[in-house]
């Protein structure tokens, strides 16, 4: 166990309506990920943060924004719901003691948009 | 971008039969390699890493790895599954030192039968 939680765990949601995911870690790791995992694509990375206040987009970015004001704290929004956004969202953090080499994974967010 | 294939979306095996999960990766750079495993319901926990030295890597669950730089591949091996090891395993790699994100395949479901 990483120190890494996720909320919320589940959501239901309608098209067009902003929703907020938090991840939260208690490990002081500098870096920290948003993926989404989507049967046969793997997870795919959509934002990430290699420290507060400093974020860049992954490959598949768009629709989300994402916000680091603190270490402990990653958050991604999306502004405006879209049933394409239904998926299973995880977080991931790496780097401390400035070693980054392993991601380690939160338990996810489901997420389903009517 | 980093491709990693996952030759295998599928793996039936009967219990305490050996599995090899295939992986194959296109860089010509230098890369760091990991495999994860996905329970049910779960986040992705960590099974092994190759990041330098041997090419056999162990890691746990009696599972190990062997990175073939000539061939682009990391394979994923167990001489013995148990029902327990039913599960989604995803192979991921990161390019460098100084790229810190991973690139994962589609993954590859293992479905342990008695």
């Known amino acids: 166990d990483a120190g890494i939680t996720q909320s919320p765990r589940h959501k239901v949601t309608e098209t067009g309506t902003p929703v907020t995911l938090r991840c939260h870690q208690t490990?002081?790791?500098?870096?920290m990920y948003w993926y989404r995992q989507d049967p046969g694509h793997g997870l795919r990375l959509i934002h990430y943060s290699y420290g507060v206040k400093d974020t860049d987009k992954g490959e598949v970015s768009d629709g989300y924004s994402v916000s680091r004001s603190k270490t402990e704290d990653f958050l991604l929004t999306l502004e405006s719901a879209t049933s394409s956004q239904t998926s299973v969202y995880f977080c991931?953090?790496?780097?401390?003691?400035?070693?980054?080499?392993?991601?380690?994974f939160g338990p996810g967010t489901r997420l389903t948009v009517l | 971008a980093q491709s990693v294939t996952q030759l295998d979306s599928q793996v039936p095996v009967f219990e305490e039969a050996p599995v090899e999960l295939r992986c194959n990766y296109s860089s010509s750079v230098s890369v760091y390699l990991f495999w994860y495993v996905q329970y049910p319901n779960q986040g992705l926990q960590l099974l092994l890493k190759y990041l330098s030295g041997s090419t056999l890597v162990k890691g746990i669950n009696g599972f190990e790895a062997e990175f073939n730089k000539s061939q682009t591949s990391f394979h994923l091996r167990k001489p013995s599954v148990h029902i327990s090891d039913t599960a989604e395993y995803f192979c991921a790699v990161r390019v460098g030192s100084n790229d810190y994100k991973l690139s994962f395949g589609a993954g590859t479901t293992v479905t342990v039968r008695a």
């Open positions: 490990e002081n790791h500098r870096y």
């Open positions: 991931a953090i790496s780097g401390q003691n400035g070693v980054a080499d392993t991601q380690y």
